[in-house]
């Protein structure tokens, strides 16, 4: 399969697939948005009108439509499963918002219907892997040019988030993202996660613990410890340091802003948000996937990556309840993930 341009389904048009769509259409070349599909009819009409696409309400429907090619899904998570799979019988390429499935045992039900089909048709949207700086930090450990990588530290905080957001949830949907970048970085798989809580903050009323400290150890025992504040009061930040033998690189220090807080002191320069700060990335990724589909292969994280994320975070969870450090249960990689 060779394409010129590519017919695009964007499956959920909520905050995600709204954006998408935005780009497949304005940025994205060899791309053309011909369904837009949600199970709420306004939501898809708002985007299909403002792109000059069609409008489907149900996703079945889309994903077998004769003007598409590729899927786009943005629906919420816990409907991916049966779209990826409705995507892999019908061998069309899919790229799946993150997570792949809501568990790792659906996960890999998709690695093993897509390793049956003997090629990949699904990649999974985790667009860290496409911003330059983590690109560069992934060369700079991979060439060893500061001698081997001992260990990473992350950060990941969020101006806010709702009352029914909770620490399972942190790990789940927020720290998903360093589990793929710890994979993608240091290119091994999590072995053990262990998770650390402090103390209720003042900003929420449910008294949860924020921010909490993720502990992972790599196959090889490398360490990567994750902050993961979820009400921070101040913005969206995202960094990482590599520990090296000789040496030490930050990255995420957004128009190295050195004083965060509530007096807004340069603060300015933090993003507000995740589009705001990854927005490049997601144009990239969006390229990377629509040119790489079109030649019928994948070009970014693919099923597998999206199931071992799922299995780090389902430890991840069970290491939070049980307050003790969780081994990482990985099924056999299929010679063609
Ligand atoms: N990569 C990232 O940085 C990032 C950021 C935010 C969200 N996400 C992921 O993107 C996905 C969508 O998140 P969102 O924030 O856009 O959510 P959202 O709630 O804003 O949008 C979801 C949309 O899907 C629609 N929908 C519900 N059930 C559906 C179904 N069965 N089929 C089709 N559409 C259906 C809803 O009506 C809604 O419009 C989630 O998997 C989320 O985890 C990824």
Same mark, same amino acid.
């Given at each position: 399969l060779t394409r010129d341009n590519l !017919?695009?389904?964007?499956? @959920?048009? @909520?905050a995600m697939g709204s954006f998408h769509a935005g780009t497949l259409s304005s940025t994205v070349r060899g791309a053309t948005v011909t369904v837009v599909c949600d199970t709420d009819p306004a939501r898809a009409n708002a985007i299909a009108d403002e792109i000059g696409a069609r409008v489907e309400t149900d996703p079945l429907a889309a994903i077998n439509a004769e003007d598409v090619d590729a899927v786009l899904l943005a629906s919420p998570g816990d409907v991916h499963e049966p779209q990826v799979m409705a995507c892999l019988k019908r061998q069309i390429p899919v790229l799946c918002e993150k997570p792949l499935t809501i568990d790792a045992e659906s996960s890999y039900r998709i690695v093993q219907a897509e390793a049956a089909l003997g090629r990949?048709?699904?990649?999974v949207g985790f667009m860290r892997r496409f911003d330059d700086e983590y690109i560069r930090l992934r060369e700079i450990i991979e060439r060893e040019e500061l001698g081997a990588a001992l260990l990473l530290h992350l950060a990941h905080r969020n101006k806010d988030a709702p009352e029914w957001f909770t620490p399972a949830m942190a790990i789940t949907e927020s720290v998903v993202h360093e589990v793929d970048c710890i994979r993608f970085l240091l290119g091994e798989e999590i072995d053990s996660v262990s998770v650390f809580q402090t103390v209720p903050t003042t900003r929420?009323?449910?008294?949860? &613990?924020? &921010?909490?400290a993720v502990m992972f150890q790599t196959a090889s025992g490398r360490l990567a410890d994750v902050e993961i504040f979820i009400r921070t009061g101040v913005g969206y930040e995202v960094r990482t340091?590599?520990?090296?033998? !000789? @040496?030490?690189?930050?990255?995420?220090r957004d128009s190295s802003a050195l004083v965060t807080g509530p007096t807004n002191r340069r603060s300015t320069t933090i993003s507000p948000s995740f589009i705001e700060r990854f927005g490049r990335a997601y144009e990239r990724e969006l390229q990377s996937w629509v040119r790489a589909a079109a030649n019928g292969t994948v070009g970014g994280a693919t099923a597998w990556d999206g199931y071992a994320a799922q299995a780090v975070c389902e430890a991840g969870v069970a290491a939070l309840e049980t307050r003790s450090v969780t081994r990482v249960e990985l099924g056999d990689r299929p010679d063609a993930a």
């Open positions: !017919n695009i389904a964007v499956i @959920g048009a @909520g990949q048709l699904v990649q929420t009323d449910s008294r949860v &613990p924020d &921010p909490m340091e590599l520990v090296a033998e !000789n @040496g030490f690189v930050q990255i995420g």
